[in-house]
């Protein structure tokens, strides 16, 4: 499993996360290359957007170490780790509907020119970088003072990812982008993710859907109550054998039986 | 094509997309659109029945722009913290602390002037960064911990005030302030010599009596008027042309979304709460040092003034959009009816009676816009 | 004929005191044929009060009415409108030396803070030694300056004296009981007027303690009135609000028409009225009265 | 298992299975928990500083009582608003409105005044109504909607009295009162033999001179307890026990998902917001019967009283989460504190700066227990 | 397609739906038999949920009929639409989560007992029935009072969609059910429709998995553009056509290559 051709771009070791009385990661650790699409797979609960919380700063880790290139980290806000090379698209909250493309692209890193003492949002500068990112990705903008609420789920996930790409985030954390995403939709997210991955950038999916995962994914690792199950390369696992491993391997027998094939 | 004649949009950005619309109407359609209408509407309405009341003339201008300029001074703060997604009820309350503050200290304990203004800026805006605080770190709505403020300040103030003096009133401030190096910043009045140019044309009338006789009858462009435009323009630009202005809007938009991409949302909001305070402590000098007096009850109900100006302006009352133009243009619409009505000789008690028409009308108005534009359904 | 006159108070929408002078004004404007415009601050904040007085200078009245209620806050806009040519005449509050000085015509009232000292004196000559003062406007600094001055009648300290009682009639009530039951030896009572008069009239009453407790109350309504004919309230102050109002804009019109003027300030005020001679009082209370 | 000792949970709810909690503390956690404390706490306080005072005679009791139960009244609506998802502002502005309407009719224009009550009552369920539409048909904020109403319902009122009675407080009302049907039901008192009778027992003190001497000084219960009482049972049962106490909850929690499976909600969501105004009117016919007076300034920030009261008890602001006990131990708390200051002798104004001190105390202590209870994060 | 063995318990013929300028139904006919399993397929924003809200009276069609057993009905109310047999279980809106499990139960259908004159809700048959429906999902309460926010993700919906067929539904309409769900809990939610279509039940599923929808569907039914692209019979429709059919047949071959198989 532990592949050393490339150093890991990050690497989380050990990690426990509680909350209160709830122990929400007991010890998973993973790490991520540079151009692969790491996937993590699991159950409702088994605390996947947790841990990825974890990496991008939102949580810090009850116990374990983070590595960056090797070297131990502490994020203490989102924007440390963001600092560090690490984005996050999250699946509801990746835009705010109310506010223009230009203005959600550079949310948090708005680029600035000096008039005299003062500093400005630079907004010819902004608006043109936003139109070609976004005409890159495929999405063509009425305008980029257009609302994002205009857009439709797959153009919000896109704009996010392509923001994060643009800002070179070294490792981009996707949690489930396409659960409520038509196929063309998912498509275009899956072949964004390609897209990034060819870049040299690791990516961390997160997903439901064996398909989609199987889809992109150059790893796979199943967490399972707050566990890490194992982690597989592609080719070395079947889909059949990493749903059963997702679900926990029981009772889907008899459910498989009646339905047909796997879900 | 089928679909093209049918209109029907396989996704909605590309049916957007097919209606395009004219730069004009692009130009046209922005939050404080219902404002800008507002005002045109109340001014016609003005000159059409109060024009020979004096109300355009220098002296009346001059008296609904310092109302319309009280307004906008805590509109400005109220419209910033509305958009970040807070509000505060306490603005009015506020403006009565802060005023009392400045006299006791300067008059009472005879502490400078200065020293007493500063005292008041920064008690407030601890107490603004205190709401703030409580709002963010309990996750308690604002309207309930402001609200809680709204009480303890008031009581506090009359409590102070008659604790130490006896009166719920405190005079005496024009005296002590004589000479003060930062009192003329809040109770001057600038431009004297445009007005005496002005009147000497003929164009503003003079007193015609007692020692002031031959002076024009508008002294001057108040403080109060300076504040509320710089603060208008500081916060428009804040707004629309800082970084900080987009984390304004985020941090209303979606607060988590925000925080997740890096925002300090909790920075923001705390901000934004020691701004409203700010304001209200500006509100309050001014009308101390034109007046020199303090009382526990000034700024009573102002906190809904605030609210409605900003309202009116076209903001969200759930945050994440609005513009300080239309705050600015909704507290000008409330100055000019409030004193208009009087110009017009209009029975005072149906003011609140037009105003809450115009707030209801005004919401219906800005709702209608900001679905045009945000494609919120 | 067809001057135009504006009085300005400093009392919000809803005081119900105020009727008295507005109806005076109506009155005095229908007899001289002027034109007569009432104007307040809607919530009794002064500032705004002085921003009224600026609007009412800029619209060129013949005259303006209008009381001192912060000298500090009013003297310069009201400086201005006399400058401007605009003969003021103050009422109710403030005191004739501060009228002359911010260059009335004349004054015509009782000022509260002497009204309220004369009642003081008077409940001393009565044998009171302690009060209790309702407050029903206690952020409004003018009302209070009553309870100051009775306290300083009296010759004891304002203290706790004075309590904060809202305006909210079943709130006055209970809290004046309240107030009592925790300090039963409690000599008098004055109220600031028929908002805290009559829930305290009631609260007496039920208390069993009406016609034995000192009551005092300023300003008359039909309740006070009543109280006062049956013992309840042993007098009340009456400035006669109706002369403030109706006065001056005779006083107006006619120096606006001939140039006469009273030599001398008019003082409406302080009367007490006690339970001789109530009839035309009875009739008019809250009206004209 | 690695599991069961790790206490790591595979799903949230397995989790929340293993830490049974016992009967008792099932039995505690409500929403009403945390104004049951505060009840407590705030008894426990007086009965410590001010029990010599006769705070807990019969006649401190009926003092604190009868303000607690004004405040219960308009609580009462105003929580069951608010759990149904909305609140009204305009609640003192309805109290001044509906009084007046009571006293101009009865007292100026001669109607009888159960006719005046019934006119009163009518109206004012119209104008909830009303409040109601348009919230429901603009999908504005309810906060926007009600505040325009405050002003417009208040500035009517003041400006109806003036028009047609040249005052703004109008009295007599007790005269033409005499030997009207319903009128007592709203002014009089009752259980005034029990008194006597306790008097005679020498629980209840007696008058010791005046005309009264001899009885006792509790005359009854007044009706507005009365009234108090039947609509806080009639609110509980309403909304624990009924379908439509369902349909409130699930109005309030989201409004969508309650309509999508056929709940009526704008149905009860203008209804609730009748109520709020029949509750205001309530308390508005009382005082009227009671004071034989009405003025259009009765009611000020009456809207916020009844407000802190029902989040004291427990009430979620954003709606879907409360209960009535808890608002009416809200009244009780606010009544209690607002009086038992006065029996302590305590500086009045003072008052505000506690009150305020208690609604943040409450609030921040009910969203903790609200979190025990639903699992909310 | 008409298959005629069965007459169709709900049918809904031509539907068209305006939206001010947009059209979001342009012509879409479905039939529910009893017992069958129809799946509704479509690209974000091809108007299923605009369909499926017409058939249970959220939205009033602008033209179109709607045939229960055979006679047209008008719903002006989503409670018209429950009362002629029509139960939806919206994706996000199934349940309010500060409210007991029994309160959303029974939601819109309290029980009631009279005492006198009045009417009361009648919890002790409330809290019984709710806890044995719960049971024969395979979901065992705490207590009855348990808020729903406590539950997970797939309970929930369990316990939406056993509301549905308690009451008698005849038609159970599902949005989405499955979009956020893991393996297990998706597993649970197509066992539960397998068992409710096994009833006699109608069920209408909608999603964008088509695995998920080859699992349990009986007819599939795809939706573009607010149109209908055709209606299938399970065995006449392999997963691959199903899915060409519901990205539009358009420039997904490329991507599929590149991805390699459905997603
Ligand atoms: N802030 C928090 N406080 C307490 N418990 C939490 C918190 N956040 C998550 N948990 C718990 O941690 C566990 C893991 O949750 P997490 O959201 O990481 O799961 P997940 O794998 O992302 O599930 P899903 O597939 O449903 O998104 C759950 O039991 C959850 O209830
Ligand atoms: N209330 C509404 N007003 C205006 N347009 C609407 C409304 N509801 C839906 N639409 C439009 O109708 C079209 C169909 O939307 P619908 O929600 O039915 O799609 P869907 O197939 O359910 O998509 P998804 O898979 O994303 O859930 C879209 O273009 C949408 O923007
Ligand atoms: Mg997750
Ligand atoms: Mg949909």
């Excluded at chain 1, 790491?38 to 170490?65: E, Q, Y």
């Excluded at chain 2, 507002?38 to 001059?62: H, K, N, Q, R, W």
Aim: include cysteine.
């Amino acid at each position: 499993m532990p592949d050393a051709n490339t150093a890991p771009l990050i690497e989380l070791v050990d990690i426990e996360k509680h909350f209160g009385p709830v122990i929400a990661l007991n010890g998973v650790s993973v790490s991520v290359k540079a151009g692969e699409c790491h996937c993590l797979l699991g159950d409702n609960g088994a605390g996947k957007s947790t841990f990825i919380k974890t990496m991008s700063g939102v949580h810090k880790p009850t116990r374990g170490k983070i590595l960056i290139d090797g070297k131990e980290m502490a994020f203490s806000t989102p924007r440390d780790a963001m600092e560090a090379g690490i984005a996050t698209v999250y699946q509801d909250l990746a835009m705010i509907p109310l506010m223009s493309v230009t203005r959600n692209f550079w949310m948090g890193r708005e680029p600035r020119k000096s008039v005299g003492p003062f500093k400005f949002f630079d907004f010819a500068e902004a608006n043109e970088v936003t139109m070609a990112e976004m005409a890159k990705m495929g999405i063509h903008l009425r305008s980029p003072d257009q609302a994002v609420g205009t857009l439709s789920g797959g153009e919000r996930q896109t704009v996010a990812i392509s923001r994060a790409v643009y800002f070179g985030a070294k490792v981009l954390i996707l949690d489930e982008p396409t659960s409520a995403l038509g196929v063309r939709q998912t498509s275009n997210v899956l072949a964004t993710i390609d897209k990034v991955r060819k870049k040299g950038i690791g990516v961390v999916f997160i997903t439901h859907n064996v398909r989609h995962a199987m889809a992109v994914g150059d790893r796979f690792t199943v967490l399972n109550r707050g566990k890490t199950l194992g982690t597989a390369e592609r080719g070395d696992i079947k889909a059949e054998e990493l749903q059963e491993l997702m679900a926990g391997g029981q009772e889907l027998a008899q459910l498989e039986g009646s339905l047909g094939g796997t879900v | 094509m089928a679909e093209t004649q049918t209109a029907a949009p396989p996704e909605p950005e590309k049916d957007e997309r097919v209606r395009e619309m004219s730069r004009m109407r692009k130009a046209l359609i922005r939050p404080e659109l219902g404002a800008i209408c507002g005002t045109i509407l109340v001014f016609m309405f003005f000159l059409g029945i109060a024009s020979d009341s004096g109300m355009f003339a220098a002296e009346g201008i001059i008296n609904w722009g310092t109302v319309s300029a009280q307004f906008a001074i805590i509109a400005v703060g109220a419209c910033l913290l509305m958009i970040a997604g807070e509000f505060d009820l306490s603005v009015g309350s506020m403006i009565g602390f802060s005023g009392i503050i400045i006299a006791l200290m300067s008059v009472q304990w005879g502490f400078p002037v200065w020293f007493a203004i500063l005292v008041a800026f920064a008690l407030s805006l601890c107490i603004g960064a205190l709401n703030g605080y409580l709002v963010i770190k309990t996750g308690l709505p604002s309207f309930i911990v402001t609200l809680a403020f709204l009480y303890i300040l008031r009581g506090l103030t009359i409590f102070i005030a008659i604790a130490t003096t006896r009166k719920t009133i405190i005079g005496g401030v024009k005296d002590v302030a004589e000479g003060d190096p930062i009192a003329w910043l809040f109770g001057g009045k600038v431009f004297s010599g445009v007005f005496v140019w002005l009147a000497d044309l003929g164009l503003v009338g003079t007193f015609v009596a007692g020692p002031k006789a031959g002076l024009p009858v508008v002294e001057g462009i108040p403080m109060l008027m300076i504040w509320a435009i710089a603060l208008i323009i500081f916060g428009h630009i804040l707004l629309t042309r800082t970084r900080f202005g987009n984390w304004i809007f985020a941090s209303g938009g979606d607060a988590q979304a925000a925080r997740y991409v890096g925002v300090p949302v909790s920075r923001v909001k705390i901000s934004m709460f020691m701004f409203t305070a700010f304001c209200a402590t500006v509100f309050a000098t001014c009308q101390v040092m034109e007046f020199g007096s303090a009382a526990a009850d000034r700024g009573l109900l102002k906190e809904f003034e605030a609210i409605i100006s900003v309202v009116i302006g076209g903001a969200l009352l759930t945050g994440g959009y609005g513009s300080v133009i239309g705050a600015a243009l909704g507290a000008l619409i409330f100055g000019v009816v409030q004193q208009g009505l009087f110009f017009a000789g209009v029975e005072s008690s149906l003011f609140r009676v037009f105003l809450g028409v115009i707030l209801l009308l005004a919401v219906i108005l800005n709702t209608y816009i900001r679905r045009m534009i945000t494609g919120e359904r | 004929d067809g001057e135009r006159f504006v009085l300005v108070s400093h009392a919000p929408d809803s005081d119900s005191w105020w009727n008295t002078i507005k109806n005076g004004l109506a009155l005095a404007g229908e007899q001289v044929g002027a034109e007569v415009e009432y104007r307040n601050p809607p919530t009794g904040d002064i500032a705004d009060m002085a921003r009224i007085i600026e609007q009412t200078a800029a619209s060129n009245p013949d005259g303006i009415i209008t009381t001192l209620a912060d000298p500090d806050v009013l003297s310069g806009p009201i400086q201005n409108a006399v400058a401007k040519g605009v003969p003021v005449i103050i009422i109710n509050s403030g005191t004739p030396e501060q009228a002359a000085d911010v260059g009335a015509l004349m004054y015509v009232g009782q000022p509260e803070y002497d009204a309220g000292l004369a009642a003081g004196q008077r409940a001393k000559r009565d044998g009171v030694g302690s009060f209790l003062c309702v407050n029903h406007v206690v952020s409004n600094p003018v009302v209070g300056e009553r309870c100051r001055g009775f306290a300083d009648g009296l010759g004891v300290d304002l203290g706790t004296s004075m309590i904060d009682s809202g305006q909210d009639p079943a709130e006055i009530k209970n809290k004046v009981k309240a107030y009592l039951l925790a300090n039963p030896d409690t000599e008098a009572v004055l109220t600031l007027g028929p908002t805290s008069a009559d829930p305290t009239i009631q609260a007496l009453q039920e208390m069993g303690k009406a016609g034995d407790i000192y009551f005092g109350t300023f300003d008359l309504g039909t309740e006070i009135v009543k109280a006062i004919k049956d013992g309840t309230i042993q007098w009340g102050i009456d400035q006669q609000p109706f002369l403030q109002a109706y006065l001056p804009v005779i006083v107006l019109a006619n120096y606006q028409r001939y140039g006469v003027l009273p030599g001398n300030n008019i003082n409406s005020g302080p009367g007490f009225i006690t339970k001789d001679a109530l009839a035309k009082v009875e009739e008019f209370a809250g009206e004209y009265r």
